[in-house]
């Protein structure tokens, strides 16, 4: 009895007053914090302004090296009650529907105690006290004006957490206690100034409900408030603009990464293009098929330029109705946009992975058999089918199955980018195929050329050598990284503390489009400088009005019948051409189109001055 009543008198001051935050709409929620066990419930935002426990969690842990210091007994229940304020249940009112809940929080004394206590701590590491944990914001005293809890103090050992929020917490374990309470009560009137505080007490243990924002459906993910569950396909999406996985700094940077490397990527590919259209001939299998890998790249590079033209909202979110906006998640309707973004990115990627590995299967195939380059040009329609063809049926089968979702980070729509079966099936299990079917066709051709060398052999070896090095370590990188989130991405949406690596996206984006600019090295020959060469200067001419050189002035000639004349006179009978159409000059002349010849079957050509030419 005694023990319990010390219990009781603990909770009387604590309970008597208003709390710092208004009750107003303020719902109770169940601590989920492993750091702080000594109260059940609590209620956001807390006095940091966290809306989340997994944001408050966040928080809370950047106190950990001071917590394992140890620099006083009461740091981790202030930080706690700071927190993860404790939220009561007040006694239901005849005026409201359901009851109204206060959080309490730190006294200030318990905040003064432990700013002495780790402020030296603090400065021998050249830092401040928090602002955030200012003790002014705190109340000073436990009073019928302010409910705070003290914490006790630290000459009570090195007991972490003692002192009124204990009362809380045993009678929150000990129900029993409350009922014991009661049948006591009735014997002594005297306890009856304790009632409000019990009934507190039976509301906290009885009346705890999830705090505003969370929905019951979604609370299994990291940040409840940042989704909507959707009857539809009874998934939890997540809202449009949201910061999840990502904050908006990386979000920013993301979007200017993108549009560098797209842009760089699409005027590679687009020079490489024009070079091949300029002079079609001079490319054959296997390098025709680079030139279609650039195609590929330059489908990809104008995927992601449609996303910055059009912006990551309009791309990768869509509205239900009567709902908010939301990523497109599989099972939803994405937009126009959307799906635009979606076919040139996905069936970018994977034609270009799959041209990849009819370059490498061409060439093995050319060196095992012994082929000329010119003979494989008949096996093109079923090189396009493959490099074309499957994408395409890949492409209009993820469409079909409504596997288009939308990208926090980059804000375009891809598959597998919320679930992993999707991510598994359409990114990682394709792309390891063609990757690996490439390295060893590769394999297989640089043993070919190293068993029957020649010098064509010998030549494309060492390009495709060169250029296998530029395609296969960005292509390693980038399956790697979704290997990454596949194993990843589900602890990311449970635990708010486990945040993904910004740096490992931000590789991907750059070599998925490192290769577009690299592969136009193929074309880079002094052949590709004629090429242009030429085709700025018709396109120079064209513009600017040249016309045609003029047609030259030659000299007058015309047959001469002589026998040997070598006099250095003009002759009269000299035919010029102006003049041998007419035949107005001349002695001696034939009828107009028979030739002039001499008796001596001599031909004079000459002009009408002293030089002749006889043949």
Same mark, same amino acid.
């Given at each position: 009895?005694?023990?319990?009543?010390?219990?009781?008198?603990?909770?009387?001051?604590?309970?008597?007053?208003?709390?710092?935050?208004?009750?107003?709409?303020?719902?109770?929620?169940?601590?989920?914090?492993?750091?702080?066990?000594?109260?059940?419930?609590?209620?956001?935002?807390?006095?940091?302004?966290?809306?989340?426990?997994?944001?408050?969690?966040?928080?809370?842990?950047?106190?950990?090296?001071?917590?394992?210091?140890?620099?006083?007994?009461?740091?981790?229940?202030?930080?706690? &009650?700071?927190?993860?304020?404790?939220?009561?249940?007040?006694?239901?009112?005849?005026?409201?529907?359901?009851?109204?809940?206060?959080?309490?929080?730190?006294?200030?004394?318990?905040?003064?105690?432990?700013?002495?206590?780790?402020?030296?701590?603090?400065?021998?590491?050249?830092?401040?006290?928090?602002?955030?944990?200012?003790?002014?914001?705190?109340?000073?005293?436990?009073?019928?004006?302010?409910?705070?809890?003290?914490?006790?103090?630290?000459?009570?050992?090195?007991?972490?957490?003692?002192?009124?929020?204990?009362?809380?917490?045993?009678?929150?374990?000990?129900?029993?206690?409350? &009922?014991?309470?009661?049948?006591?009560?009735?014997?002594?009137?005297?306890?009856?100034?304790?009632?409000?505080?019990?009934?507190?007490?039976?509301?906290?243990?009885?009346?705890?409900?999830?705090?505003?924002?969370?929905?019951?459906?979604?609370?299994?993910?990291?940040?409840?408030?940042?989704?909507?569950?959707?009857?539809?396909?009874?998934?939890?999406?997540?809202?449009?603009?949201?910061?999840?996985?990502?904050?908006?700094?990386?979000?920013?940077?993301?979007?200017?990464?993108?549009?560098?490397?797209?842009?760089?990527?699409?005027?590679?590919?687009?020079?490489?293009?024009?070079?091949?259209?300029?002079?079609?001939?001079?490319?054959?299998?296997?390098?025709?098929?680079?030139?279609?890998?650039?195609?590929?790249?330059?489908?990809?590079?104008?995927?992601?330029?449609?996303?910055?033209?059009?912006?990551?909202?309009?791309? &990768?979110?869509?509205?239900?109705?009567?709902?908010?906006?939301?990523?497109?998640?599989?099972? !939803?309707?994405?937009?126009?946009?959307?799906?635009?973004?979606?076919?040139?990115?996905?069936?970018?990627?994977?034609?270009?992975?799959?041209?990849?590995?009819?370059?490498?299967?061409?060439?093995?195939?050319?060196?095992?058999?012994?082929?000329?380059?010119?003979?494989?040009?008949?096996?093109?329609?079923?090189?396009?089918?493959?490099?074309?063809?499957?994408?395409?049926?890949?492409?209009?089968?993820?469409?079909?199955?409504?596997?288009?979702?939308?990208?926090?980070?980059?804000?375009?729509?891809?598959?597998?980018?919320?679930?992993?079966?999707?991510?598994?099936?359409?990114?990682?299990?394709?792309?390891?195929?063609?990757?690996?079917?490439?390295?060893?066709?590769?394999?297989?051709?640089?043993?070919?050329?190293?068993?029957?060398?020649?010098?064509?052999?010998?030549?494309?070896?060492?390009?495709?050598?060169?250029?296998?090095?530029?395609?296969?370590?960005?292509?390693?990188?980038?399956?790697?990284?979704?290997?990454?989130?596949?194993?990843?991405?589900?602890?990311?949406?449970?635990?708010?503390?486990?945040?993904?690596?910004?740096?490992?996206?931000?590789?991907?984006?750059?070599?998925? !489009?490192?290769?577009?600019?690299?592969?136009?090295?193929?074309?880079?020959?002094?052949?590709?400088?004629?090429?242009?060469?030429?085709?700025?200067?018709?396109?120079?001419?064209?513009?600017?009005?040249?016309?045609?050189?003029?047609?030259?002035?030659?000299?007058?000639?015309?047959?001469?019948?002589?026998?040997?004349?070598? &006099?250095?006179?003009?002759?009269?009978?000299?035919?010029?051409?102006?003049?041998?159409?007419?035949?107005?000059?001349?002695?001696?002349?034939?009828?107009?189109?028979?030739?002039?010849?001499?008796?001596?079957?001599?031909?004079?050509?000459?002009?009408?001055?002293?030089?002749?030419?006889?043949?």
């Amino acid at each position: 009895m005694c023990q319990f009543a010390r219990v009781v008198l603990l909770v009387s001051v604590l309970a008597t007053a208003d709390c710092a935050i208004p009750a107003q709409e303020l719902k109770c929620e169940p601590i989920k914090l492993e750091l702080c066990t000594h109260y059940n419930s609590t209620g956001m935002p807390n006095f940091m302004g966290h809306q989340l426990q997994g944001d408050a969690k966040a928080g809370l842990e950047t106190f950990m090296p001071l917590i394992q210091f140890g620099c006083s007994p009461d740091l981790q229940f202030f930080l706690c &009650s700071v927190h993860v304020p404790m939220c009561v249940s007040l006694p239901q009112t005849q005026d409201a529907e359901e009851p109204a809940h206060q959080l309490i929080g730190p006294c200030r004394p318990l905040c003064q105690r432990v700013k002495q206590s780790c402020l030296r701590i603090l400065h021998n590491f050249n830092l401040e006290w928090p602002e955030a944990l200012s003790c002014e914001k705190f109340p000073p005293t436990n009073n019928h004006e302010h409910m705070c809890m003290d914490g006790g103090n630290s000459s009570r050992g090195n007991r972490p957490f003692v002192g009124s929020s204990s009362a809380f917490n045993s009678l929150q374990n000990y129900p029993e206690l409350i &009922s014991k309470y009661k049948d006591i009560s009735k014997e002594k009137p005297e306890l009856a100034i304790y009632d409000p505080i019990i009934r507190i007490l039976e509301n906290s243990v009885h009346n705890i409900k999830p705090a505003q924002g969370f929905s019951g459906k979604c609370t299994g993910v990291a940040f409840p408030v940042h989704h909507h569950y959707v009857n539809r396909t009874g998934e939890c999406v997540p809202r449009c603009g949201a910061d999840i996985l990502f904050d908006k700094e990386d979000k920013n940077f993301a979007s200017i990464w993108l549009a560098v490397w797209s842009i760089l990527c699409f005027i590679s590919t687009t020079f490489t293009l024009i070079t091949f259209l300029l002079d079609t001939s001079r490319f054959l299998y296997p390098e025709k098929c680079i030139i279609f890998l650039n195609l590929s790249y330059n489908i990809l590079s104008l995927g992601y330029l449609v996303r910055l033209v059009v912006g990551a909202e309009g791309v &990768s979110c869509m509205t239900i109705p009567g709902g908010p906006s939301l990523l497109v998640r599989e099972g !939803l309707t994405p937009t126009p946009a959307c799906t635009v973004v979606f076919i040139l990115l996905y069936f970018a990627t994977l034609s270009s992975a799959i041209w990849w590995a009819i370059t490498t299967t061409t060439w093995a195939v050319m060196v095992f058999c012994s082929l000329e380059q010119q003979s494989l040009a008949s096996k093109s329609p079923l090189f396009h089918f493959l490099g074309w063809g499957i994408p395409a049926i890949q492409t209009v089968a993820a469409l079909v199955l409504h596997q288009v979702e939308g990208d926090e980070l980059t804000g375009v729509c891809f598959p597998g980018q919320q679930t992993e079966s999707t991510l598994l099936h359409q990114l990682v299990i394709p792309h390891c195929i063609f990757l690996g079917s490439a390295f060893i066709f590769f394999l297989s051709g640089i043993v070919a050329s190293l068993i029957s060398p020649s010098d064509l052999t010998r030549r494309l070896m060492g390009r495709i050598s060169v250029f296998f090095i530029l395609y296969t370590l960005p292509q390693v990188c980038v399956v790697g990284s979704l290997v990454y989130e596949l194993m990843e991405r589900r602890h990311w949406r449970e635990d708010a503390t486990n945040r993904p690596n910004i740096e490992v996206f931000i590789l991907r984006i750059f070599m998925w !489009l490192i290769v577009g600019i690299t592969s136009g090295s193929w074309v880079w020959s002094h052949k590709t400088l004629v090429s242009w060469k030429n085709l700025v200067s018709k396109c120079f001419g064209f513009w600017t009005g040249a016309k045609k050189p003029p047609t030259p002035i030659f000299p007058k000639v015309a047959y001469h019948a002589t026998a040997a004349d070598t &006099s250095s006179e003009v002759r009269e009978d000299i035919v010029t051409l102006e003049n041998l159409a007419t035949l107005k000059r001349g002695k001696e002349l034939r009828q107009e189109g028979f030739p002039f010849l001499a008796d001596d079957k001599r031909v004079v050509l000459g002009c009408i001055d002293n030089n002749r030419i006889v043949l």
